[in-house]
């Protein structure tokens, strides 16, 4: 399946919608997972641009340059949710940051703090340095202070597009000429991950209006029974 015509099919931001039935897509559950397949898989993992139910999350290393910490993703121990994003979007992105806030906000009052991580990776690593990430997270009430939050900026556009795109398989493209930004703007596609302790994906939640609920229950689910 060709990544660029996933891309291709959106306007700026956006849901990433696949056609097609579930039915049979799992006879055999994928080892290393907890949770059952997702109703809403439509295309079996392996088929998909970005890593899947069963799928490992690739390996990279990034840095929050909010508390200078380096997180290698073959290090990972606990449950959890990564995405990506960049923090001047007027619109998507907000959106997700906010609901995954929401999301952290309930780990933290049902005890799963030390549990559970939340990485939010930026594309636009020239805008988005430490001033404007703490910006983002004042914005969108995340809770720095919980210590399970962490944002991750690539040294540069390449090396965002080394680890968006060609490692989580996530195309987005700048755009310099933007109705709804000054500045130059960026078509992306929105998909959040939900990754157990054993560094496999659960889940790939598609597009930026996230079941909150939903997310959390996966997560504890996976957490209980990790």
């Known amino acids: 399946m060709d990544r660029r015509?996933?891309?291709?099919?959106?306007?700026?931001?956006?849901?990433?919608?696949?056609?097609?039935?579930?039915?049979?897509?799992?006879?055999?559950?994928?080892?290393?997972?907890?949770?059952s397949p997702a109703d809403d898989q439509r295309a079996e993992s392996s088929n998909l641009p970005y890593p899947a139910y069963g799928e490992p999350?690739?390996?990279?290393?990034?840095?929050?340059?909010l508390s200078d910490t380096a997180i290698d993703t073959d290090q990972l121990d606990t449950t959890a949710i990564l995405?990506?994003?960049?923090?001047?979007?007027?619109?998507?992105c907000?959106?997700?940051i906010r609901r995954l806030a929401e999301v952290q906000s309930m780990t933290t009052q049902n005890g799963l703090t030390d549990a559970v991580d939340f990485f939010a990776i930026t594309f636009d690593?020239?805008?988005?340095?430490?001033?404007?990430?703490?910006?983002?997270?004042?914005?969108?009430s995340v809770d720095l202070e919980a210590g399970n939050w962490y944002y991750l900026r690539p040294g540069d556009d390449e090396e965002a597009s080394e680890i968006v795109e060609a490692q989580l398989g996530l195309e987005y493209e700048r755009v310099d000429e933007s109705e709804r930004m000054e500045s130059y703007d960026f078509n992306h596609i929105v998909v959040t991950f939900l990754v157990n302790p054993e560094g496999v994906v659960e889940r790939a939640y598609r597009g930026e209006t996230l079941d909150r609920e939903q997310v959390f229950a996966d997560i504890e689910t996976v957490v209980n029974q990790s």
Do not use: H, K, W
Not at 16 to 27: K, N, Y
């Open 5 to 35: 015509a996933y891309l291709g099919a959106l306007g700026t931001g956006g849901t990433l919608a696949l056609a097609g039935c579930v039915t049979g897509l799992f006879e055999d559950q994928p080892e290393d997972v907890i949770l």
């Open 125 to 140: 690593p020239e805008r988005d340095d430490a001033d404007m990430l703490r910006e983002n997270a004042q914005m969108n």
């Open 94 to 96: 907000g959106v997700l």
């Open 57 to 65: 999350l690739p390996s990279f290393e990034l840095v929050d340059p």
């Open 83 to 92: 995405t990506t994003f960049f923090a001047a979007c007027p619109a998507e």
